[in-house]
């Protein structure tokens, strides 16, 4: 029953195969000239995000052994399902020559290898996930911003002044509208393969803060002359508040591994030889290392340096006062590393929508631009980046609440996309029947 069960998903997959529109012409005019490093920079600036700066918060929820293991865990997770992923984009004849499709977003892989049904699913998932880290991005910007300003009152007024607190309470919208003002002019990049340039600098802009948050929770750490926290995190008056707080914090940490959601757009500007899926399996492996390592080192120090009095947001939640600059450095770095990662979560979400409609959203059309004279412009992905960006800007000025929508983003989409579709994939392509070795 197991060979007839495997040899019935061989036949389905060859004849979605046969059926792809794998276009020879289309697939010439596309120059891969993406390297393990330009991966790396990618995935980088797709991970070392605004999850991050919740992580001293999540590890403070779930103490000194389950915070660490638990980003061990998802670190791990990360991996396995990152390398079966990776598999999944070429798709061969069962004689591993002849036909050969390359699948260039999560959502076309899932199609060929589960089906249409499968595809609706993962589309909705995709969505909900892109465009959430879309909000978020938004949200921590602004708050990045803001920190600034009150930084410079801190240091002026003194610390802890109630001026500087209340400093800017409306003024998160204004940071949101300018955030979303350079999304629209970087969204106008037409594709993942136009965008290394941008990765590489986002990629910089996140090691750097990085550091600077590592080292503030070292120094602090070490000015107070004790490793504060406790083996089971903080302590609360009720379970129920306990179980909600440490199922938060467990989303916040899934939530900071969410790469998967763009894997197969980054593996598909990789030349080759050697395969994709080998370099893809390399950068994955090299940068879940770099990232792990900042991750336990921003995590661990901010708990270390704060206990129970660990903020939401490591480096806006003022913990740290001086160096003022370093604060100001540090957040400034944190909108720059945003401007590109806002694009690698949002370019799949242009693909997406651009292949949706087909033939509509490639068509080039000459119009007047004021001051620039008769230029070429794809009207539809002008107006529909367009107001992707705003809406996504508007939710985010309706929902301003970083840390639960960390959260809820995380918990919604890390079992099917990080679990679920990969390893399912993975079967098919492997072409393992249900119940056997």
């Not at 740290?320 to 770095?333: Q, T």
């Not at 242009?350 to 007047?368: C, H, K, N, P, Q």
Request: charged fraction near 15%; glycine fraction near 8%.
């Amino acid at each position: 029953m197991g060979e007839e069960e495997g040899d019935r998903r061989s036949e389905a997959l060859l004849e979605k195969l046969s059926e792809s529109s794998y276009n020879p012409s289309e697939e010439r005019q596309v120059q891969r000239t993406g390297t393990v490093w330009t991966a790396m920079a990618h995935i980088i600036t797709a991970v070392i995000g605004s999850g991050v700066l919740s992580l001293a918060w999540s590890v403070a929820q779930l103490g000194w052994v389950g915070g660490p293991a638990a980003i061990v865990f998802f670190a791990g997770v990360t991996v396995v399902q990152s390398s079966l992923l990776a598999d999944c984009y070429i798709s061969r004849d069962a004689d591993g020559h002849g036909v050969v499709v390359r699948n260039k977003s999560y959502v076309q892989a899932v199609r060929l290898y589960l089906g249409e049904k499968s595809r609706l699913f993962c589309g909705f998932f995709l969505s909900i996930s892109l465009f959430g880290s879309s909000v978020v991005y938004t949200l921590t910007s602004a708050t990045s911003m803001r920190a600034i300003q009150k930084a410079n009152c801190y240091h002026t007024e003194g610390h802890g002044a109630a001026a500087c607190s209340a400093a800017g309470g409306g003024s998160d919208v204004y940071y949101m509208v300018l955030f979303a003002l350079a999304q629209m002019v970087l969204s106008l990049i037409p594709d993942f393969h136009n965008m290394a340039w941008l990765s590489v600098f986002a990629a910089v802009m996140s090691f750097s803060y990085s550091f600077i948050g590592f080292g503030l929770g070292a120094a602090k750490v070490i000015e107070n002359g004790v490793i504060k926290g406790a083996t089971r995190g903080i302590a609360l008056a009720s379970p129920t508040q306990k179980v909600w707080r440490v199922a938060q914090a467990l989303g916040d940490i899934a939530f900071a591994y969410p790469y998967s959601l763009v894997l197969l757009e980054i593996e598909d500007t990789l030349r080759s030889p050697p395969a994709e899926s080998e370099i893809m399996k390399t950068a994955s492996r090299a940068s879940i290392v770099v990232t792990t390592f900042f991750y336990l080192g921003c995590g661990c120090f901010g708990y270390a340096a704060f206990g129970d009095a660990t903020p939401g947001n490591l480096l806006t939640g003022f913990g740290f006062y001086e160096p003022y600059w370093l604060i100001d450095l540090a957040n400034l770095c944190v909108v720059l590393h945003l401007l590109g990662g806002y694009q690698v979560y949002s370019q799949p979400a242009f693909a997406l929508a651009e292949r949706w409609f087909g033939t509509e959203a490639s068509t080039i059309d000459v119009v007047e631009v004021p001051l620039l004279g008769r230029r070429r412009v794809n009207v539809f992905r002008l107006c529909y980046r367009t107001a992707y960006v705003a809406a996504a800007t508007a939710v985010a000025v309706w929902f301003p609440y970083f840390n639960q929508v960390v959260g809820l983003i995380g918990a919604f989409s890390f079992w099917p996309l990080a679990i679920h579709f990969p390893v399912e994939m993975y079967l098919a392509q492997a072409k393992v029947a249900p119940w056997t070795a």
